[in-house]
């Protein structure tokens, strides 16, 4: 799981707090029983948002709107519905299912601005404004890995456990064979 805090919501008239948290789940498996944190190309994983109001000002219901960028040149749009959000109250979206497009680094951008109540709002990231010009920011990556080279990895860690084993009864044999009366 990932998270990335974001900023405030500001308009000429109110100033808006808002925080921004994506988070980031992998429903990928390991020969296919074992749940695995790690993200692998071609298979599916969640993307949700916490939003908080810290300041005191109710943020009007809009669309909070995000990307994931691959490698590969492919983008995933992702609308999240931000229901109305009361002063210093949190809400977490619902998950959005989506698939690792391709190996690499995909990374999740959210628009430098969006729209709540028809204006067009800047985002603070990190307590820095934002240029609207900017258009998107990157919040947080995902890291696609094929699934060979987790089962490569592993792999190599039961082998590597295996060798020590035959290795430890060859020293036991040795030591035995140096001193018999022990």
Not at 34 to 41: D, R
Not at 71 to 81: A, E, L, M
Not at 147 to 170: M, P
């Amino acid at each position: 799981m990932f998270e990335k805090r974001i900023g405030v919501v500001m308009s000429e008239s109110k100033t808006y707090g808002l925080e921004v948290k994506p988070i980031i789940k992998s429903k990928a498996k390991l020969l296919r029983f074992f749940k695995t944190k790690e993200f692998f190309a071609g298979r599916k994983f969640d993307v949700s948002f916490q939003f908080e109001n810290t300041g005191s000002e109710t943020i009007p219901a809009s669309t909070f709107k995000s990307r994931i960028d691959w490698p590969s040149g492919q983008h995933v749009t992702i609308p999240v519905p931000l229901s109305t959000l009361e002063g210093k109250k949190k809400w977490t979206s619902e998950p959005k299912e989506t698939d690792a497009l391709c190996e690499g680094f995909g990374l999740l951008y959210v628009h430098s601005s969006h729209k709540v109540s028809g204006t067009s709002l800047p985002v603070s990231v990190n307590g820095e404004r934002l240029d609207s010009k900017l258009g998107e920011v990157c919040v947080a990556t995902i890291n696609a890995r094929r699934a060979q080279e987790v089962y490569a990895l592993w792999g190599l860690v039961v082998s590597a456990f295996g060798l020590f084993v035959v290795a430890l009864d060859k020293i036991v044999t040795f030591i035995r064979w140096l001193f018999p009366n022990l």
